[in-house]
């Protein structure tokens, strides 16, 4: 059994909590947070031990879940990596780049496993077409939430539009050449919304705007690329595709166009969706990766990318900010 500790019992770790006594080959010794109230709640309702010390729970675990808030990441981390323990961590992977960069260097030196949690990887949405050949050479995405106090210690870009940065760097398989982007701090005293445009040397080009002070929630992504237009719903859990039809739309609704190189046939189709809880799945290719020795999913270096995108359009902002 793979004994696991989670740091961090707020709203998303008892998602986690409740995850991880349904997986399989998992025990769970228990927890460690330093909010009493919170504590007394989570061990009565979950019937695991409160650890009052990050280290103690660290040496009763091989593997350590942390979902502490982000100004905690790397206390927490390189704790668990000196002491060998493998390593979930919630996005970012950690609050600086510099921290970041220390990270990545401890992995490297170490034999563990670190994932982090950019959830949406594993959204169904998103699932639903990992194995078509993605080639975008044009993404839209726009990632709308409503206010809520928690999370705010970081900016909307650390905290909503890194999740749209971390599955554009994985999809687009080109350096960034150019960024460019404007933000506003409205209710905190970081931006609370953004729009940025990210530009690689392949030629593609992705425009973001994330916002958590919007009436509506909405996170959608569209990708344009050669005879194809892909959009992904990550809220609603739906994915449409149009394409020119080829022979592997039989189902597919279509229709016939008239353009300048002759009749072209247009295919739409709903791929299915798979019947998967994402936290659920990325904790279970997180065991995975660590009892079968292979590389997690959503790598440190992963992270780091996700972060150094997300810093750079912070430097951008900041630098439109002063200079406005």
Not at 62 to 85: E, M, N, S, V, Y
Request: aromatic fraction near 6%; charged fraction near 25%; hydrophobic fraction near 45%.
């Amino acid at each position: 059994m793979l004994k696991v500790g989670v740091f961090g019992v707020g709203h998303l770790g008892k998602f986690h909590l409740n995850n991880w006594k349904e997986i399989e080959g998992i025990e769970l010794v228990g927890f460690f947070d330093p909010n009493d109230h919170v504590a007394a709640e989570v061990s009565q309702k979950y019937q695991i031990p409160r650890f009052e010390d990050a280290e103690r729970l660290l040496d009763a675990c091989d593997a350590a879940d942390i979902i502490a808030p982000t100004t905690f990441h790397f206390d927490l981390c390189q704790q668990a990596i000196r002491k060998g323990k493998h390593v979930f961590v919630e996005k970012p992977l950690a609050n600086t780049m510099e921290e970041a960069r220390e990270l990545i260097n401890l992995v490297k030196e170490s034999n563990i496993k670190l994932q982090v949690g950019h959830v949406e990887r594993f959204n169904p949405a998103y699932l639903a077409v990992e194995n078509l050949k993605l080639t975008p050479m044009f993404i839209e995405v726009h990632r709308l939430a409503e206010f809520n106090p928690r999370g705010t210690e970081v900016s909307v870009i650390l905290d909503l539009m890194i999740h749209d940065i971390d599955i554009i760097l994985n999809l687009v398989k080109s350096e960034v050449k150019h960024i460019s982007a404007s933000g506003v701090a409205v209710m905190t005293d970081t931006p609370d919304i953004a729009s940025v445009r990210i530009e690689f040397n392949n030629g593609c080009v992705a425009n973001l705007t994330s916002s958590r002070i919007s009436m509506k929630k909405m996170r959608k992504m569209r990708l344009f690329q050669k005879d194809a237009y892909i959009g992904i719903d990550f809220l609603n859990k739906k994915t449409e595709i149009i394409r020119l039809k080829t022979a592997e739309d039989p189902d597919a609704f279509s229709f016939d166009i008239d353009t300048s190189a002759g009749k072209k046939t247009i295919a739409i189709s709903n791929p299915a969706i798979p019947e998967v809880n994402a936290i659920r799945t990325e904790l279970e290719k997180f065991r995975d990766a660590i009892l079968h020795n292979t590389q997690p999913l959503v790598s440190a270096v992963d992270g780091f990318r996700a972060m150094d995108v997300a810093h750079h359009i912070l430097q951008k902002i900041k630098h439109n900010t002063i200079n406005s």
